[in-house]
């Protein structure tokens, strides 16, 4: 082992961006915590379906209240983590961060129930667009939008608590875990079903509408990127599409930059859509076989 090249590695590493310090006496972001907080949530949203597999009627109170202190500390120190990781020189103390952190927590558990009343909606949908979904409880435990969905809206509602970076992890352990990858800024209305789900894309500045259903390996994404004249990327801007209420869109189909896909509208399968729909549309488009593409013999 040469320790010459030891001393540069770490030479290398202090005079460069790629480490980070963070706040002194705070942890970073744990993937781990988080997955578990993600886990807890779902308990609490949807009982004896994550959590404790057998709820008792008389003992329920008690395992919902367990759940939130159980919350409450996991989630309080992520977001401390996040704001820490986010902005280490703001805070004048670990007290002030704390308190933050205190503050965005009890928040976000304060807003469980509007996420429950959505995330049925969100079950319902998943129920009435799978004739291969027996019951309410299949699609909670096993159907991966479902899993995805429920990811997102909590990372959304951290979004919109200003919580710095919590929320992409979130959106990326359920990105890991399901094959659908929903950035945690997007805002998606309610009864969202996405079928099957393996390769769905949703960009950050999206906005769908309420009883929305895609299909599998769905893209609504960025047409392009303008470019600052230092040659990097403009950020913030709106670059995703806006899709209407009642829409489904089919497997496959790409849709691209800040365009609205009216209310009502079908979108075939494989198509490639750049450009406004009016509502009600049905965009179908398949391409024509010529003689040469014939099977031998017709």
């Not at 963070?22 to 949530?41: A, H, Y």
């Not at 979904?133 to 200003?162: F, Q, T, W």
């Not at 896909?261 to 179908?284: A, K, M, S």
Request: glycine content about 10%.
């Amino acid at each position: 082992m040469d320790f010459e090249k030891t001393i540069q590695l770490l030479s290398d590493i202090t005079n460069s961006e790629m480490h980070h310090y963070g706040m002194e006496g705070v942890p970073f972001p744990s993937n781990d915590i988080l997955c578990q907080t993600v886990n807890i949530c779902r308990s609490l949203l949807f009982p004896g379906y994550y959590g404790e597999s057998i709820i008792d009627p008389d003992s329920l109170r008690l395992q919902i209240n367990v759940g939130i202190i159980a919350l409450y500390n996991k989630l309080r120190q992520q977001i401390a983590a996040g704001l820490a990781f986010a902005n280490p020189g703001e805070y004048g103390s670990r007290k002030l961060l704390w308190e933050e952190a205190k503050e965005k927590t009890c928040k976000f558990i304060d807003a469980l129930p509007q996420l429950r009343a959505t995330l049925s909606t969100d079950v319902t949908a998943h129920y009435r667009n799978d004739p291969a979904a027996h019951n309410l409880g299949e699609v909670i435990l096993c159907y991966p939008g479902m899993k995805a969905i429920s990811s997102h809206r909590i990372a959304h509602k951290l979004v919109e608590l200003d919580v710095p970076l919590i929320p992409r992890v979130i959106a990326e352990l359920a990105h890991s875990e399901t094959g659908i990858d929903i950035n945690p800024e997007a805002r998606i209305g309610k009864g969202f079903a996405i079928d099957h789900g393996t390769g769905v894309v949703i960009g950050a500045t999206c906005v769908i509408g309420d009883n929305v259903t895609l299909y599998q390996g769905v893209t609504l994404g960025a047409r392009n990127f303008p470019q600052n004249d230092d040659g990097s990327l403009v950020k913030g801007i709106p670059r995703h599409p806006i899709i209407g209420d009642n829409v489904v869109v089919y497997s496959n189909a790409t849709i691209l930059g800040r365009i609205t896909i009216g209310e009502g509208c079908v979108i075939g399968g494989n198509q490639w859509i750049t450009q406004d729909l009016p509502p009600h549309t049905r965009y179908f488009r398949y391409c024509k076989r010529t003689d040469a593409d014939k099977p031998a013999g017709h």
